[in-house]
């Protein structure tokens, strides 16, 4: 079965620090560029970061910008999401997702929730 | 980077159809054939169901349906059943830096 499973959201205080994890099964993880989407409470979808398949390409949103990076362990078929000096507004269900062609992702996590609150 | 604009809220009796529509510019909506669209239950993550503007994931109902005009893309539902109640996002492609924009998302509501 083709997998997404994200790991390591929780509660941090604001300008504290987290890593995300994202565990991929069921396919050939290395082939397939990814993205993380977040959501936060009562709100729509926000596309934040994407990855290409060798970490050659990376994008981030203006929003995380200067304080998230994303990464990727092939090896380990993983991806990861470091998020530093956290705010209140980054509070949200973080998602990642494989994308297939352009602006489609077919296969999503279940979602890792971050709490940002003293 | 603006996301797209969506209705807030459609609704719909069963077997009827209704259209979900996702504007955006020339930057993105109309200058690109990568519009997806995604169906999100309460709780639940998101679900690919229409890829570069008009074409079904398989396993997808054919009820479902995407178009572009102009800047202007759309979701139909036809023959609307319980449980399509759910938020409808699109989801384009706006250049290189910004390989993923999302509209705000629309209530669907299966009276």
């Known amino acids: 079965e083709v997998q997404l499973v994200e790991s390591g959201g929780g509660l941090v205080p604001p300008g504290g620090s987290l890593r995300l994890s994202c565990a991929g099964s069921?396919?050939?993880?290395?082939?397939?560029?990814m993205n993380w989407v977040r959501q936060a409470p009562g709100k729509g979808l926000e596309w934040i970061s994407y990855?290409?398949?060798?970490?050659?390409?990376?994008f981030y949103a203006d929003s995380v910008k200067g304080r998230f990076t994303i990464s990727r362990d092939n090896a380990k078929n993983s991806l990861y999401l470091q998020m530093n000096s956290l705010r209140g507004e980054d509070t949200a269900v973080y998602y990642c997702a494989r994308r297939t062609q352009v602006a489609t992702m077919d296969v999503w996590g279940q979602g890792t929730t971050v709490t940002v609150s003293s | 980077q603006s996301a797209l604009t969506q209705p807030r809220s459609v609704s719909g009796s069963p077997g009827q159809s209704v259209t979900i529509s996702c504007t955006g510019t020339s930057s993105d909506v109309g200058g690109y054939n990568y519009v997806s669209w995604y169906q999100q239950h309460p709780g639940k993550a998101p679900k690919l169901m229409i890829l570069?503007?008009?074409e079904r994931p398989s396993g997808v109902p054919d009820r479902f349906s995407g178009s572009k005009s102009g800047n202007t893309a759309s979701l139909t539902i036809s023959g609307l059943q319980a449980e399509d109640e759910a938020d409808y996002y699109c989801?384009?492609?706006?250049?290189?830096?910004?390989?993923?924009?999302f509209g705000g998302g629309t209530r669907l509501t299966v009276l």
């Open positions: 069921g396919f050939i993880f290395s082939s397939y560029n």
């Open positions: 570069d503007v008009s």
């Open positions: 990855i290409s398949s060798s970490s050659g390409t990376i």
């Open positions: 989801c384009s492609y706006a250049g290189i830096y910004t390989p993923v924009i």
